[in-house]
């Protein structure tokens, strides 16, 4: 092969890793500085806390038996409007009129028995007084009228108990409302123990509802009743629900509750329910205003926080001063503190003084890279970048 040819072959290999090294490395590259700004406006600011809750009605009662037996008739279901003493259960009655049949007769034999005993008594009373019967004859008629008192008394309890027992087997509505839970139904056994089982939830008026939030420890300080809330529901996730803190609830057996080690305590919320979209037990999702402030003069939160990096900002004239709180204009290439006031700070906006409306701060810096002969990529801060 002749060294000419030869030569012109390295030549071609030599551009042609050079293209490829260009393509898979993607070129020279010029980095871009892009600022974000904004302007000093008028607004609202606000310090708020979130948290999670339950929708309760304000009045709900628990209905249930004190007595054990069978579900016989059920008069009401879920969402049946019922008023105050309305007969929405029965139970079985048949075990307990023979409750109530047997402590009456033994009522009446007690108190037969009782009835002579006392004029026995009252008898001999009269006797031992003239002395015509011996003190051991008296004190006997003495013994058995108060055994038999004692007895009297005891049937007469026991057939009260008897007759209430019966009584709670025709179940009345407490109060006037609407049925939003049925635990029972007909022919059902149950089991009046050491708990009263629960066979009804009414709930007194659906359009006064409350949220009952769990507020994290970190967040309860400055909570207090009259606060307004906002709270979102799943099922309409357009719609912000309005309402006031009425109650913060203290206690650590009945109001706050420890999981994971981390404490919570619930924070009532009225919910007014005009249209009936809130139903019970539905997850609110809520934001309690802490503090809020109307038409005041605004920043967002990250001006506060931008400060240019005088090491790095090259070609870039940076006028700084010595202030604990500040922000920076730019005009041109040339970088200019101003020390402000902050007041209420947001989780966005942050109050400040010391600075005219409309003008324009810097938020943050961008850097693009840009890619010589095959357009932009990337984008975003990053440490390259001269800030």
Not at 62 to 67: L, P, Y
Not at 174 to 193: H, L, Y
Not at 270 to 284: E, H, I, S
Not at 335 to 358: K, R
């Amino acid at each position: 092969m002749k060294k000419k040819t030869i030569i012109w072959i390295v030549v071609a290999v030599i551009l042609a890793c050079g293209i490829g090294y260009s393509l898979l490395s993607g070129g020279s590259s010029d980095l871009k500085v892009n600022f974000v700004k904004a302007k000093v406006t008028r607004g609202d600011v606000s310090a708020t806390i979130t948290a999670t809750g339950k929708i309760e009605p304000v009045t709900e009662v628990e209905v249930g038996t004190q007595v054990s037996g069978i579900i016989d008739k059920i008069y009401v279901d879920y969402n049946s409007e019922v008023e105050k003493g309305q007969l929405i259960a029965e139970m079985d009655k048949v075990t307990l009129m023979s409750d109530l049949n047997s402590s009456q007769a033994n009522y009446n034999g007690q108190k037969a028995n009782y009835e002579y005993q006392e004029k026995t008594y009252n008898r001999n009373k009269a006797l031992h007084e003239k002395q015509l019967i011996s003190d051991t004859e008296f004190e006997q008629s003495e013994y058995s009228y108060l055994s038999a008192k004692a007895q009297y008394e005891q049937s007469k309890a026991n057939l009260a108990k008897a007759q209430r027992n019966l009584s709670y087997a025709t179940i009345y509505s407490p109060i006037d409302g609407v049925v939003i839970n049925k635990a029972v139904e007909e022919g059902q056994t149950v089991a009046a123990g050491f708990n009263t089982p629960t066979l009804f939830n009414i709930a007194a008026d659906l359009t006064q509802m409350r949220v009952v939030a769990d507020v994290d420890e970190a967040d309860i300080g400055g909570i207090v009743e009259g606060l307004r809330a906002t709270f979102t529901v799943d099922a309409y996730p357009e719609d912000v629900f309005e309402g006031t803190v009425v109650q913060v609830r203290l206690g650590e057996k009945s109001s706050s509750t420890t999981s994971s080690s981390v404490v919570t305590y619930e924070v009532v919320i009225n919910a007014p329910n005009d249209d009936l979209k809130l139903k019970p037990r539905l997850t609110a999702n809520v934001t309690i205003y802490k503090q809020e402030k109307k038409n005041v003069v605004v920043v967002p939160s990250r001006a506060l926080r931008f400060t240019p990096n005088p090491t790095n900002a090259k070609g870039y004239i940076v006028n700084n001063i010595d202030a604990p709180q500040k922000v920076w204009t730019l005009q041109g290439n040339v970088f200019t503190a101003h020390a402000v006031d902050a007041g209420l700070s947001g989780n966005q906006m942050t109050e400040v003084s010391g600075i005219d409306e409309g003008t324009e701060v810097v938020v943050e810096v961008n850097t693009v890279q840009a890619q010589n002969g095959f357009g932009p990529r990337g984008g975003g801060p990053g440490p390259g970048g001269p800030f």
